[in-house]
């Protein structure tokens, strides 16, 4: 008894002190993953970016109408300010549409929509097309604007390219890229009724 209090040996202490090591490394733990969690959430963009709008027009044809999903690349985009992705092109309806992933705080104040001019500009030969915004629908999610666009009019059996535009009120170039080649893959697909929105 007189040793461990010449050394200063408390097996109580020690304990204790060893229970709040575990507990606090456990605390880390959990804390790690729920963050991990989070972040694999936010990522994922549950479903608003996907569903293919359609106008009167187009409501008319479908579903039932034939639908292409075109696969462009999106590895080249660095800016980081917006994303397109989940492209279609609705063959009977001639409307290419696709989602803007737009980073909420790069958005111009007070904007509906993006804020930006949308436009897709298309190459045919020697001829070049401007489509201009037909329709569109507006969803935030996790600090991000999901905006799907649609374009009516657009043919693409004949385009060399199709790019998509975002604009500034200045004139400035706030994204362009190319979201259509004969060289990108394309494939008719089959959505359910559920993917389809009318608007």
Known sequence: MEDEEVYGYDPEKK???????????????LLVY???????????????ASKIILNEKAAALYPGGEVIRVDFPTDEITDGAA????????KDAKVFQLTLKIRTKLLPPSSEG???????????????????LSDH?????????????????????????????LVTAEGKTA???QVYTPEIYCKSITPDPDDFERI
């Open 175 to 177: 994204l362009s890229h």
């Open 114 to 132: 993006c804020g930006y001019r949308v436009e897709l500009k298309g190459l045919y030969g020697e001829e070049e097309r401007v489509f201009p």
């Open 15 to 29: 304990s204790l002190a060893s229970r709040i090591f575990k507990y606090s490394m456990y605390g880390v733990s």
């Open 83 to 90: 994303f397109p992705q989940n492209a279609v092109y609705l």
């Open 34 to 48: 729920v963050l991990l969690l989070i972040r694999i959430i936010a990522a994922c963009d549950g479903g608003v």
């Open 137 to 165: 629908t507006v969803r935030d999610r996790f600090g991000y604007r999901y905006l799907r666009v649609s374009f009516n009019g657009v043919e693409l059996e004949g385009a060399d390219e199709l790019v998509i535009r």
